[in-house]
C-alpha cells in the first residue's frame, strides 16, 4: 500500500468519533472527521475520502441529505459510504440503502474490531470495482 | 347466606325461572278472577232460574187450585223430577193450606214452611227458598214454595279447581319450554362475548382486539364499553411504549461508547494492558454489554408492540452467525468453567437470513444456556433439515419442567412474579419474533435436570436457485 488510506468519519458523539478514530488509526488509516452534516458534506467534497462512514441523526444536515449531496455530485458519487448506525434504526437503514448506501453497520451490536473488518472488506470490494 | 340464592344462578335458569314463575301468577289471576265472579253471580242465575220454574209451576196450578183438584195438582209438581236441584216443593190454597207436595228424596222429609206473609226469596243453610203468589183472573188463588240445593254450584267450583290445575299444569311445562328454547337468544350472545374476553385476557397482550358489536341491545352495549375500554388500555400502552422507547434511545448511545472505550482498550489500542487491568476491564465489558442487551431488548419490544418491526434478509453463513454470538460470551465460560462445543459450524452450510437478528436470538439462547448451567457444557450444533437451517444450542443445566416450557416464548413472564430473575424476561419472546418474521422458528425441548435443547430454524439460502424459497 503506497499511500494511507482515508476515510471521513461524519459522527456527533465526541465518544464514538474517539473510539472508531482511534481503532482506524490503529489500524493505519488516516481519518477526517466531522462533528456535523455540513461540515461532512464540505470535507467530503474538498478531500474525497476513500470511504465514508456517515452516522444518520446528525445535527444542522441530516444523514439522508449528506447521501443525497454525495450520490449526486459527480466528483463523490463512487466514494462508498458506510452507514454508521445504532441498535433500533431499521427502517432508516432500508431507506439509506435505496439511496444508495454500500452498507450498513451498528455501533454497540458490533465490537469497533468486527466494525473494522467491514470497512475493510467494502474497501476490497470498491478497489476491485475501480481496477 | 342460603344454599339457593338467586343471584348465584346462571342467567339460563334465571330467565326460566322468572317466565314460568309469570306465567304462573298470571294464570293463577285469571282463574280467581273466574272462580270470585263464579261466586258472585252465579246464586242470583239459581235465583232466576227458580223463579221461572216457580212461575211456570203456578200458573199450571191455577186450574186445579180453582177446581180443588188435589190429583192433578199432585201430578204437576212430580213433574219437578225433571230437575234434580229441588229438593222439595208445596202449593198452598188461598187460605194457606197445604193443596200439594213434592220431595225429592221422601226419606229426607223436609220440612214445609207455613204460609209466609209475603213473597220472597231466601238463601239459608246452603239451601235456596222462594214463596210465590199464585194469580189467576187478577185474584189470588194460592201459593208456591220451592226449595233449592246447592250442590251445583259446589260441583262447578270444585270443577273450576281441578280446569285451573290441569292448566296450570300444561303452562307450567309450555312455558319451561319456551323459556328453554327463547333464553338462548339471551345467554348465547353474553357467551360469545364472554368467550371473546376471555380470548382477549388469555391472549399475548394483543389489545388492538375488538369485539364484534352485534345489535343495539344491553350486550351490544357491553361490547361497545369493553373495547372503549381496550381502546383506553391501548392509549396508555402506547404512552408505555414511546417513554420505554425515548428512554432506550437515550440510554443506548453512552452505553455503547463505554463498550467502544473498553473494547478498544483491551484491544490494545491505547497501550499494552497488565493482567489485573484486563481482568477489570473485562468485567466492565461484561455489565456493559448486559446493559446493552437489557436496553436493545426494551427497544425490540417497544418495537414489536408498535409493529414496527422488520427483517433485512441476505446470504450469510451459518459460521458467521455462530462466531458473532460467541464472542461475547467466551470470557463468562472461562470464567464459570464452562466447555463451548461448536459441531458442525464448517459445513459450510449459508442461511437466508437476517445476520444480526439471527445473532441476537443465538445471544439470547447462550447467554440463556450459560446462566443455567454451573458445570459441564454447552454445544451450538449446526446442520440442516430438507430446506431450513438448523443451529441448536444444547445445555446440561437444570433444565425446565412442561408449565415453564409452556410460558416460555410469552412476555406474560417479565410482567409477572418471574420478572425479578436475571435478564431472561424478554429475550426468548423478542427472539422467537424475530425468527418467525424471517420464515423461521424456535422451539425448545427439555428434561429437569437434564438440559434444554433451543431449535433455531430459518430458511437456507439455495446457490442453484439463486433465492431461497
Known amino acids: 500500500m503506497e499511500s494511507k488510506e482515508v476515510i471521513l468519519l461524519v459522527e456527533d458523539q465526541e465518544g464514538f468519533r474517539r473510539i472508531y478514530q482511534d481503532v482506524l488509526n490503529a489500524d493505519g488509516y488516516e481519518v477526517l472527521t466531522a462533528?456535523?452534516?455540513?461540515?461532512?458534506w464540505?470535507?467530503?467534497k474538498q478531500k474525497k475520502p476513500d470511504l465514508i462512514l456517515l452516522d444518520l441523526g446528525l445535527p444542522k444536515m441530516d444523514g439522508f441529505e449528506v447521501l443525497r449531496r454525495i450520490r449526486e455530485d459527480p466528483e463523490t458519487k463512487k466514494i462508498p459510504v458506510i452507514i454508521f448506525s445504532v441498535i433500533g434504526e431499521q427502517k432508516d437503514i432500508q431507506k439509506a440503502l435505496e439511496m444508495g448506501a454500500n452498507d450498513y453497520t451498528v455501533k454497540g451490536f458490533y465490537t469497533p474490531r468486527e466494525i473494522l473488518g467491514k470497512i475493510k472488506s467494502v474497501l476490497t470490494q470498491a478497489d476491485l470495482k475501480k481496477d | 347466606m342460603s344454599w339457593f340464592s338467586f343471584s348465584d344462578m346462571r342467567l339460563r335458569r334465571k330467565i326460566m325461572v322468572i317466565t314460568v314463575i309469570s306465567t304462573l301468577v298470571a294464570?293463577?289471576?285469571v282463574c280467581l278472577t273466574f272462580f270470585l265472579y263464579e261466586m258472585m253471580t252465579y246464586p242470583e242465575i239459581r235465583l232466576k232460574s227458580l223463579a221461572t220454574w216457580a212461575q211456570i209451576m203456578g200458573d199450571n196450578s191455577t186450574a186445579a187450585l180453582t177446581f180443588n183438584d188435589h190429583k192433578t195438582a199432585q201430578e204437576m209438581l212430580a213433574t219437578l223430577k225433571a230437575n234434580p236441584s229441588i229438593l222439595s216443593a208445596c202449593l198452598y190454597d188461598n187460605k194457606g193450606q197445604q193443596f200439594a207436595s213434592y220431595q225429592r228424596d221422601r226419606a229426607a222429609r223436609r220440612r214445609y214452611p207455613a204460609v209466609a206473609e209475603q213473597a220472597g226469596a231466601e238463601s239459608s243453610g246452603g239451601s235456596l227458598k222462594i214463596f210465590q203468589d199464585i194469580f189467576s183472573g187478577g185474584e189470588r188463588v194460592g201459593y208456591l214454595f220451592l226449595e233449592t240445593d246447592t250442590e251445583e254450584m259446589r260441583t262447578r267450583l270444585t270443577h273450576y279447581a281441578l280446569i285451573t290445575v290441569l292448566i296450570g299444569l300444561i303452562s307450567f311445562f309450555i312455558s319451561l319450554f319456551v323459556a328453554s328454547r327463547l333464553q338462548r337468544y339471551v345467554t348465547e350472545p353474553l357467551h360469545r362475548v364472554v368467550d371473546r374476553m376471555w380470548d382477549i385476557a388469555r391472549g399475548e397482550w394483543d389489545i388492538t382486539k375488538r369485539l364484534e358489536v352485534s345489535g343495539r341491545d344491553e350486550i351490544g352495549d357491553v361490547a361497545e364499553a369493553f373495547n372503549a375500554f381496550m381502546g383506553k388500555l391501548q392509549t396508555v400502552k402506547d404512552m408505555?411504549?414511546?417513554?420505554i422507547s425515548v428512554v432506550s434511545h437515550q440510554l443506548k448511545t453512552p452505553v455503547a461508547e463505554i463498550n467502544g472505550f473498553i473494547e478498544n482498550m483491551l484491544d490494545g489500542i491505547t497501550g499494552e494492558v497488565n493482567s489485573r487491568q484486563r481482568g477489570y476491564l473485562d468485567q466492565m465489558l461484561v455489565i456493559g454489554r448486559g446493559n446493552y442487551k437489557l436496553i436493545s431488548d426494551l427497544l425490540s419490544i417497544?418495537?414489536?408492540?408498535?409493529?414496527?418491526?422488520?427483517?433485512?434478509?441476505?446470504?450469510?453463513?451459518?459460521?458467521?452467525v455462530v462466531a458473532l454470538t460467541i464472542r461475547d460470551y467466551e470470557?463468562?465460560?472461562?470464567e464459570k468453567s464452562l466447555i463451548l462445543r461448536l459441531e458442525g459450524t464448517e459445513e459450510g452450510i449459508m442461511l437466508y437470513a437476517d445476520r444480526d437478528k439471527v445473532v441476537e436470538a443465538l445471544?439470547?439462547?447462550?447467554?440463556n444456556a450459560i446462566k443455567c448451567t454451573d458445570s459441564g457444557s454447552v454445544t451450538i450444533r449446526v446442520g440442516s433439515e430438507g430446506d431450513q437451517g438448523v443451529i441448536e444450542v444444547l445445555d446440561t443445566g437444570i433444565g425446565?419442567?412442561?408449565?415453564?416450557?409452556?410460558s416460555l416464548f410469552t412476555r406474560n413472564r417479565v410482567l409477572g412474579q418471574e420478572a425479578h430473575r436475571s435478564g431472561a424476561g424478554l429475550g426468548l419472546y423478542i427472539s422467537k419474533y424475530f425468527m418467525n418474521i424471517q420464515k423461521g422458528d424456535l422451539t425448545v425441548t427439555s428434561e429437569v435436570g437434564k438440559g434444554s435443547c433451543f431449535k433455531l430454524v430459518v430458511p437456507k439460502y439455495m446457490k442453484q436457485a439463486g433465492t431461497a424459497a
Open chain 2, 27 to 29: 294464570l293463577v289471576m
Open chain 1, 35 to 40: 462533528m456535523d452534516g455540513e461540515e461532512g
Open chain 1, 42 to 44: 464540505e470535507t467530503a
Open chain 2, 302 to 320: 417497544s418495537k414489536i408492540d408498535r409493529g414496527v418491526v422488520s427483517a433485512d434478509i441476505h446470504p450469510v453463513s451459518a459460521k458467521e
Open chain 2, 331 to 334: 470470557q463468562i465460560m472461562k
Open chain 2, 400 to 406: 425446565m419442567d412442561e408449565e415453564t416450557l409452556g
Open chain 2, 240 to 243: 408505555k411504549s414511546d417513554l
Open chain 2, 363 to 367: 445471544r439470547n439462547l447462550l447467554n
